[in-house]
């Protein structure tokens, strides 16, 4: 059946024209179905949407090294403050001598104004660190947390003095405790009288109570929303970031490693793309970089999927050949791809091994995945793809190479790449779609007809931009789901799987929807967000064989999309169901091939349902969310349930109980 009258057919039955008697729904247990990747189900990070500096990474102040093209983007000065050059770091070499005044009523101050605010919470500590110089005499400073209230004053939350005693550069630190919770806080930093002239270089302000508490950390609440997926892959940098706007702006993973203050900055080119979204102070610190990427894979236990710039600049934007990197001159590229598996996976006597080991990670990281190119298409990527791929395998030829079908699900450039990616034997093939409620109703069958011979999939960016509204509204989340049953049902073949993008700052955005949103203290788990967490946390350990009419339930005619797993790590079988039309359906559920003698009686009901409409926001964050139920079953074998309208269930049950 063609899309179109799959479609006719599929709104005559919401209309409600078919008969409501039950469905018989047949689970086939007895057969081992296809183990499912420990990869599924992953996440997909892209510092889009202020997701690293501004988000997940937890910096407060912005330009903290004086490096963005207006040297003094973020700060206010007061009184006499210098730029100058050839500061103790090498790649960040800006950095500030804070000048007496003169006079005894002018100080000499900088201010930051955060990303989108310095926040700050009552009685929570927050780390304020910066690197210093007294330039003749000892000097010192006060750091303050302020409040620029609505009344037209400046209240102080916070602070404390740090004495600079050496003519040497040295690191500083101190705790600040504020008094009162600040949404569009800043931060101060005064030169204190008698004044005395001072050096100053990469001022920072972080939580203390950072995730696992690192100093150099990342957001608590947004990397526990992360960890909370269990996620089995996560990929990073990102997409069009790994490519640029053009090359010099590509993400080039080894200026993000080492010492923090040395890492060089880099142009977001999220700050232009959008002009009804226009950020030009979006940079890249590089503070969350390869290295904390790697640790936060390991602390969730997913495995790290890094993306490599191809020697493409973002296709998008630059067409003449002359924007890429000549065919014959690749060889930087290549060796940033055998070089970052030294760095994960190298031994502390190589040179990039040391350098993990230097950060703080003498062990392997455990890379076992690369991906070359975002989503890349034309002959362009095929010649270039193909350098790496012979270079990989010879060195590294257990690393599974993850190549592109470029930015549409179909058509001829995408037949041609998946062709591409066969003859060159590229271990899984990256698939992308954005795209409308239509192509979510209709795709759940899409990995059904898919060749098994050939590279795995990875869909590895794809979100349901809904009728227009391209917001996180609940059927958005829904008809996710619905396909969803298609990657579950074909895990011989889909590998992994990841929504994008991630993170969004509600101040900040270019790009929605997006999995998890937040300002500078809160953040909100969209119904997105819990469509992947419930995969995930059902996610078994082999398929099950599950039918309607001896069919796959992939919504044809019915609305109804199902799929079934088993976890063999506890002997339970889970169902999951999508009801995307507006009335219930009653379900039978013939299921053959229980364990004898250890019937369960009752069966698990996670239910996520709501207003199509209904959004999660930080005020209501909790409007979406699952519930979950025990259902008592006379017969796991065989049971009845309805599931309701606009609604994705899980039922599990135990064949252990
Ligand atoms: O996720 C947002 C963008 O969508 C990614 O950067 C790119 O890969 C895709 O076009």
Same mark, same amino acid.
């Given at each position: 059946?063609?899309?179109?009258?799959?479609?006719?057919?599929?709104?005559?039955?919401?209309?409600?024209?078919?008969?409501?008697?039950?469905?018989?729904?047949?689970?086939?247990?007895?057969?081992?179905?296809?183990?499912?990747?420990?990869?599924?189900?992953?996440?997909?990070?892209?510092?889009?949407?202020?997701?690293?500096?501004?988000?997940?990474?937890?910096?407060?102040?912005?330009?903290?090294?004086?490096?963005?093209?207006?040297?003094?983007?973020?700060?206010?000065?007061?009184?006499?403050?210098?730029?100058?050059?050839?500061?103790?770091?090498?790649?960040?070499?800006?950095?500030?001598?804070?000048?007496?005044?003169?006079?005894?009523?002018?100080?000499?101050?900088?201010?930051?104004?955060?990303?989108?605010?310095?926040?700050?919470?009552?009685?929570?500590?927050?780390?304020?660190?910066?690197?210093?110089?007294?330039?003749?005499?000892?000097?010192?400073?006060?750091?303050?947390?302020?409040?620029?209230?609505?009344?037209?004053?400046?209240?102080?939350?916070?602070?404390?003095?740090?004495?600079?005693?050496?003519?040497?550069?040295?690191?500083?630190?101190?705790?600040?405790?504020?008094?009162?919770?600040?949404?569009?806080?800043?931060?101060?930093?005064?030169?204190?009288?008698?004044?005395?002239?001072?050096?100053?270089?990469?001022?920072?302000?972080?939580?203390?109570?950072?995730?696992?508490?690192?100093?150099?950390?990342?957001?608590?609440?947004?990397?526990?929303?992360?960890?909370?997926?269990?996620?089995?892959?996560?990929?990073?940098?990102?997409?069009?970031?790994?490519?640029?706007?053009?090359?010099?702006?590509?993400?080039?993973?080894?200026?993000?490693?080492?010492?923090?203050?040395?890492?060089?900055?880099?142009?977001?080119?999220?700050?232009?793309?959008?002009?009804?979204?226009?950020?030009?102070?979006?940079?890249?610190?590089?503070?969350?970089?390869?290295?904390?990427?790697?640790?936060?894979?390991?602390?969730?236990?997913?495995?790290?999927?890094?993306?490599? +710039?191809?020697? =493409?600049?973002?296709?998008?934007?630059? @067409?003449?050949? /002359?924007?890429?990197? !000549?065919?014959?001159?690749? $060889? &930087?590229?290549?060796?940033?791809?055998?070089?970052?598996?030294?760095?994960?996976?190298?031994?502390?006597?190589?040179?990039?091994?040391?350098?993990?080991?230097?950060?703080?990670?003498?062990?392997?990281?455990?890379?076992?995945?690369?991906?070359?190119?975002?989503?890349?298409?034309?002959?362009?990527?095929?010649?270039?793809?193909?350098?790496?791929?012979?270079?990989?395998?010879?060195?590294?030829?257990?690393?599974?190479?993850?190549?592109?079908?470029?930015?549409?699900?179909?058509?001829?450039?995408?037949?041609?790449?998946?062709?591409?990616?066969?003859?060159?034997?590229?271990?899984?093939?990256?698939?992308?779609?954005?795209?409308?409620? +239509?192509?979510? =109703?209709?795709?759940?069958?899409?990995? @059904?007809?898919? /060749?098994?011979?050939? !590279?795995?999939?990875?869909? $590895? &960016?794809?979100?349901?931009?809904?009728?227009?509204?391209?917001?996180?509204?609940?059927?958005?989340?829904?008809?996710?789901?619905?396909?969803?049953?298609?990657?579950?049902?074909?895990?011989?073949?889909?590998?992994?799987?990841?929504?994008?993008?991630?993170?969004?700052?509600?101040?900040?955005?270019?790009?929605?929807?997006?999995?998890?949103?937040?300002?500078?203290?809160?953040?909100?788990?969209?119904?997105?967000?819990?469509?992947?967490?419930?995969?995930?946390?059902?996610?078994?350990?082999?398929?099950?064989?599950?039918?309607?009419?001896?069919?796959?339930?992939?919504?044809?005619?019915?609305?109804?999309?199902?799929?079934?797993?088993?976890?063999?790590?506890?002997?339970?079988?889970?169902?999951?169901?999508?009801?995307?039309?507006?009335?219930?359906?009653?379900?039978?559920?013939?299921?053959?091939?229980?364990?004898?003698?250890?019937?369960?009686?009752?069966?698990?009901?996670?239910?996520?349902?709501?207003?199509?409409?209904?959004?999660?926001?930080?005020?209501?964050?909790?409007?979406?969310?699952?519930?979950?139920?025990?259902?008592?079953?006379?017969?796991?074998?065989?049971?009845?349930?309805?599931?309701?309208?606009?609604?994705?269930?899980?039922?599990?049950?135990?064949?252990?109980?």
């Amino acid at each position: 059946m063609n899309i179109t009258t799959r479609l006719l057919a599929t709104a005559v039955a919401f209309t409600g024209l078919y008969a409501t008697a039950a469905t018989t729904v047949e689970i086939d247990l007895s057969k081992k179905g296809a183990p499912i990747a420990p990869t599924m189900y992953g996440l997909f990070f892209e510092d889009i949407n202020y997701a690293a500096d501004g988000g997940l990474y937890a910096e407060k102040v912005k330009n903290r090294s004086f490096e963005f093209p207006e040297a003094f983007t973020g700060w206010t000065t007061a009184g006499n403050v210098e730029l100058l050059d050839g500061g103790p770091f090498e790649r960040n070499p800006h950095y500030v001598r804070l000048k007496p005044t003169g006079h005894p009523h002018k100080h000499t101050a900088l201010e930051n104004e955060g990303f989108f605010g310095v926040s700050f919470e009552k009685d929570a500590e927050y780390r304020f660190s910066v690197w210093a110089r007294a330039v003749d005499s000892p000097a010192k400073i006060r750091v303050e947390l302020t409040d620029p209230a609505s009344d037209g004053e400046t209240h102080v939350m916070a602070q404390q003095e740090i004495a600079v005693t050496s003519g040497e550069w040295k690191k500083y630190t101190t705790v600040l405790t504020p008094s009162e919770t600040v949404v569009k806080g800043k931060l101060r930093v005064f030169l204190c009288r008698p004044e005395s002239e001072v050096d100053l270089e990469h001022i920072s302000l972080m939580p203390v109570d950072t995730w696992k508490g690192r100093e150099n950390g990342l957001r608590a609440d947004l990397a526990e929303a992360l960890a909370e997926t269990h996620p089995g892959v996560f990929r990073f940098p990102g997409g069009c970031i790994v490519e640029g706007t053009d090359l010099n702006t590509r993400y080039q993973w080894k200026n993000t490693v080492g010492p923090v203050e040395n890492r060089p900055l880099n142009e977001n080119r999220w700050h232009y793309t959008f002009t009804h979204r226009f950020y030009p102070d979006y940079y890249q610190s590089g503070g969350l970089g390869f290295f904390e990427f790697f640790q936060l894979c390991e602390d969730m236990g997913a495995a790290p999927l890094p993306v490599l +710039s191809v020697g =493409l600049a973002c296709q998008y934007q630059n @067409d003449a050949d /002359s924007c890429h990197v !000549p065919v014959d001159s690749l $060889g &930087e590229y290549i060796a940033d791809a055998l070089d970052l598996i030294e760095f994960a996976n190298g031994d502390t006597t190589t040179t990039w091994g040391k350098v993990r080991a230097d950060m703080g990670h003498p062990a392997p990281f455990g890379l076992q995945y690369i991906g070359i190119g975002n989503e890349q298409w034309g002959d362009e990527f095929i010649v270039r793809l193909e350098q790496f791929v012979k270079a990989i395998r010879k060195q590294y030829p257990d690393i599974k190479i993850v190549g592109s079908s470029g930015p549409y699900p179909d058509g001829k450039d995408f037949d041609m790449l998946w062709g591409e990616m066969t003859r060159l034997g590229a271990d899984l093939v990256d698939e992308h779609f954005y795209r409308p409620e +239509s192509w979510f =109703l209709s795709s759940a069958d899409r990995y @059904d007809s898919y /060749s098994r011979k050939g !590279p795995k999939v990875f869909a $590895g &960016e794809y979100a349901c931009h809904g009728n227009g509204k391209k917001r996180n509204h609940f059927n958005a989340a829904l008809l996710e789901a619905a396909f969803m049953t298609g990657l579950e049902r074909n895990a011989d073949i889909v590998e992994m799987a990841t929504y994008a993008p991630l993170f969004a700052h509600v101040e900040g955005w270019q790009w929605r929807p997006d999995m998890i949103w937040y300002d500078n203290l809160r953040s909100v788990k969209t119904s997105s967000y819990h469509v992947q967490k419930l995969y995930s946390d059902n996610k078994g350990t082999h398929t099950a064989r599950l039918t309607v009419d001896g069919k796959p339930a992939t919504g044809e005619g019915n609305g109804l999309y199902m799929s079934a797993v088993k976890d063999e790590t506890d002997g339970s079988y889970i169902v999951k169901a999508v009801n995307v039309t507006d009335s219930s359906i009653a379900i039978d559920m013939k299921v053959k091939g229980l364990k004898k003698g250890k019937m369960p009686d009752t069966v698990t009901v996670t239910t996520l349902h709501a207003d199509t409409d209904a959004e999660n926001t930080l005020d209501r964050p909790d409007t979406v969310s699952p519930t979950v139920k025990r259902l008592a079953v006379d017969n796991a074998a065989d049971w009845t349930t309805e599931l309701p309208a606009k609604t994705f269930a899980i039922y599990r049950f135990s064949n252990n109980q």
